[in-house]
């Protein structure tokens, strides 16, 4: 099913000292003032205040050289502040602006000596290549990417290293464009049933151990949210549950031989109707891409393996439609989470918080050291963020910065919000332990919060909420219109950075993030 749902892996590039002769199209960056990061290139500095180039980040200037060759510089911002996701975001430029060529080369001689890593830059510019050049192509009937070969040059002495960085940046990539992929795809064609057969396919090809539950096996779990949901529609739901175990040499083992495990929970809801409290139909246009935090987590297990993360990973993602059926939920309908607390529900468009309830238990269960969920939960946190930045909640401040810094470092924009104990009255409940809203047009992505906060017991747990920036409106640097993986990078860059240390300094949990 997979190999027909979703677009192919990115074509091999390759890593050379030196362009091909015959390439259609090469490019090279300058940084503002016109300073050029490939030695031996001189740019020709009137033409191109001429044409009003001044090497701004995401800019490009175009011209043609030699036999019809494209000849592209691309604009690398301010020279200080140059990091990797500033290249990214260069190169994605450059990608776009070379769109109709069969071969691209790209020269990185130089960025380097900027203070990244060939590696590093390499990396960057795989993902900025192959983030930009997306397309969701399984219902166009033509008009496929024309490109043929891509070579990063770099100098002679840094091909290895920049050929570890190619293969990290094309295992990232692919994890991003399979989430993009899943979060496009149209809710008839991807049910919970039909989500669950993929992610048992990525499970196999990354050595997880794969885990369904179907809806007797749900219920038998007692997933009250989960089945609460699911009442309305016709679809019969699915628990996912991937399981990543790193290799003996690859673990990164504490003091005792232990190895940390990190649980991650999406939210699955492959089409979101709001139940009986019905959404309009502009509030439903975009409703299949609300299980992309259930895409991001699937996606993320998917690269462990050939990332060589070091730790245990798990990922939960609890997947079904939200519709108005006749056996749908209805607001004052009372559900059991699987921890036996109980929610009043008043508002089935608040669902995504009922199915990460039963999530964000079952993770508990497997008493890691530390939880991230990632969902498209709230319209309160796009009022608050925009659509370019993820809401940051949790419960330990340490987790929170470790992923704040992994978002920092991968290029994906979050921002810390509180849950202040102030608001926890707000979904107090005259039936229930709880309420499944807050008060109207106040605080909505906090509240929730608070609501996810009491399933996660003492473990220490982060909150992404990317119902902003797990869309994009228009094609722009990176994105593409549709869904834009957010999340993906944040996460592989968090599990990848993570360091465990049995100290007293880093808290009970007994874990530590590398800066």
Same mark, same amino acid.
């Given at each position: 099913?997979?190999?027909?749902?979703?677009?192919?892996p990115?074509?091999?590039?390759?890593?050379?000292d030196s362009?091909?002769?015959?390439?259609?199209?090469? =490019?090279?960056?300058?940084?503002?003032?016109?300073?050029?990061?490939?030695?031996?290139?001189?740019?020709?500095?009137?033409?191109?205040?001429?044409?009003?180039?001044?090497?701004?980040?995401?800019?490009?200037?175009?011209?043609?050289?030699?036999g019809?060759?494209?000849?592209?510089?691309?604009?690398? =911002?301010?020279?200080?502040?140059?990091?990797p996701?500033?290249?990214?975001?260069?190169?994605?430029?450059?990608?776009?602006?070379?769109g109709?060529?069969?071969?691209?080369?790209l020269d990185?001689?130089?960025?380097?000596?900027r203070?990244?890593?060939?590696d590093?830059?390499?990396?960057?510019?795989?993902?900025?290549?192959?983030?930009?050049r997306?397309?969701?192509?399984?219902?166009?009937?033509?008009?496929?990417?024309?490109? +043929?070969?891509?070579?990063?040059?770099?100098?002679?002495?840094?091909?290895?290293?920049?050929?570890?960085?190619? +293969?990290?940046?094309?295992?990232?990539?692919?994890?991003?464009?399979?989430a993009?992929?899943?979060?496009?795809?149209?809710?008839?064609?991807?049910?919970?049933?039909?989500?669950?057969?993929?992610?048992?396919e990525?499970?196999?090809?990354?050595?997880?151990?794969?885990?369904?539950?179907?809806?007797?096996?749900?219920?038998?779990?007692?997933l009250?949210?989960?089945?609460?949901?699911?009442?309305?529609?016709?679809?019969?739901?699915?628990?996912?549950?991937?399981?990543?175990?790193?290799?003996?040499?690859?673990a990164?083992?504490?003091p005792?031989?232990?190895?940390?495990?990190?649980?991650?929970?999406?939210?699955?809801?492959?089409?979101?109707?709001?139940?009986l409290?019905?959404?309009?139909?502009?509030?439903?246009?975009?409703?299949?891409?609300?299980?992309?935090?259930?895409?991001?987590?699937?996606?993320?297990?998917?690269?462990?393996?050939?990332?060589?993360?070091?730790?245990?990973?798990?990922?939960f993602?609890?997947?079904?439609?939200?519709?108005?059926?006749?056996?749908?939920?209805?607001?004052?309908?009372v559900?059991e989470?699987?921890?036996?607390?109980?929610?009043?529900?008043?508002?089935t468009?608040?669902?995504?918080?009922?199915?990460?309830?039963d999530?964000?238990?079952?993770?508990?269960?497997?008493?890691?050291?530390?939880?991230?969920?990632?969902?498209?939960?709230?319209?309160?946190?796009?009022?608050?963020?925009?659509?370019?930045?993820?809401?940051?909640?949790?419960?330990?401040d340490?987790?929170?910065?470790?992923?704040?810094?992994?978002?920092?470092?991968?290029?994906?924009?979050?921002?810390r919000?509180?849950?202040? +104990?102030a608001?926890?009255?707000?979904?107090?409940?005259e039936?229930?332990?709880?309420?499944n809203?807050?008060?109207?047009?106040?605080?909505?992505?906090?509240?929730?919060?608070?609501?996810?906060?009491?399933?996660?017991?003492?473990?220490?747990?982060?909150?992404?909420?990317?119902a =902003?920036?797990?869309?994009?409106e228009?094609?722009?640097?990176?994105l593409?219109?549709?869904?834009?993986g957010?999340?993906?990078?944040?996460?592989?860059?968090?599990?990848?950075?993570?360091?465990?240390?049995?100290?007293?300094?880093?808290?009970?949990?007994?874990?530590?993030?590398?800066?």
């Amino acid at each position: 099913m997979m190999a027909a749902m979703h677009s192919p892996p990115t074509l091999p590039p390759e890593v050379s000292d030196s362009a091909p002769h015959e390439v259609e199209a090469i =490019g090279w960056g300058a940084f503002e003032g016109l300073e050029t990061a490939r030695p031996g290139l001189d740019l020709d500095l009137v033409w191109c205040e001429r044409r009003r180039f001044a090497a701004e980040l995401g800019k490009t200037l175009i011209a043609e050289g030699a036999g019809g060759r494209v000849e592209v510089v691309f604009g690398l =911002g301010d020279r200080q502040s140059f990091r990797p996701a500033t290249l990214r975001r260069a190169v994605a430029a450059f990608a776009f602006a070379t769109g109709g060529a069969k071969s691209v080369a790209l020269d990185l001689t130089g960025i380097t000596s900027r203070g990244i890593g060939a590696d590093q830059a390499v990396e960057a510019a795989i993902e900025g290549f192959w983030f930009s050049r997306y397309r969701y192509t399984r219902y166009h009937a033509g008009d496929p990417d024309p490109l +043929e070969s891509l070579t990063i040059v770099v100098a002679s002495d840094e091909v290895r290293s920049a050929e570890r960085g190619l +293969e990290r940046g094309r295992v990232i990539a692919d994890a991003t464009r399979l989430a993009r992929d899943l979060s496009n795809e149209p809710a008839g064609a991807l049910t919970p049933a039909q989500l669950a057969e993929v992610a048992v396919e990525v499970a196999e090809r990354g050595g997880l151990e794969a885990t369904i539950l179907d809806e007797a096996a749900i219920a038998e779990a007692r997933l009250g949210g989960l089945m609460g949901v699911a009442a309305g529609s016709i679809q019969s739901p699915r628990l996912i549950k991937l399981a990543y175990e790193p290799s003996e040499s690859e673990a990164r083992r504490r003091p005792d031989g232990s190895i940390p495990t990190v649980a991650l929970v999406g939210k699955g809801i492959t089409f979101d109707s709001g139940g009986l409290s019905l959404k309009t139909a502009d509030g439903m246009m975009t409703m299949k891409t609300d299980m992309s935090g259930a895409a991001v987590v699937i996606a993320t297990l998917g690269a462990c393996r050939a990332l060589g993360i070091g730790i245990r990973v798990i990922g939960f993602a609890p997947t079904t439609e939200n519709m108005p059926g006749g056996r749908a939920i209805k607001p004052g309908d009372v559900l059991e989470i699987r921890n036996g607390k109980t929610i009043e529900v008043l508002n089935t468009d608040a669902e995504g918080r009922l199915v990460l309830a039963d999530g964000l238990s079952l993770a508990v269960e497997e008493h890691p050291d530390a939880i991230i969920d990632v969902a498209t939960l709230t319209g309160a946190c796009v009022v608050a963020l925009g659509r370019k930045i993820a809401g940051l909640m949790g419960n330990d401040d340490r987790l929170i910065e470790a992923v704040h810094a992994a978002s920092e470092r991968a290029g994906e924009a979050t921002w810390r919000l509180p849950l202040p +104990e102030a608001y926890r009255s707000d979904i107090d409940s005259e039936v229930a332990d709880m309420k499944n809203t807050g008060k109207p047009g106040s605080g909505g992505a906090l509240t929730a919060g608070l609501l996810l906060q009491e399933f996660v017991s003492d473990r220490p747990w982060a909150h992404l909420d990317i119902a =902003g920036p797990s869309r994009s409106e228009e094609d722009s640097g990176e994105l593409r219109k549709g869904s834009t993986g957010f999340g993906v990078r944040t996460l592989l860059e968090f599990l990848g950075s993570y360091e465990p240390l049995n100290s007293p300094a880093v808290g009970a949990a007994g874990w530590k993030v590398v800066p």
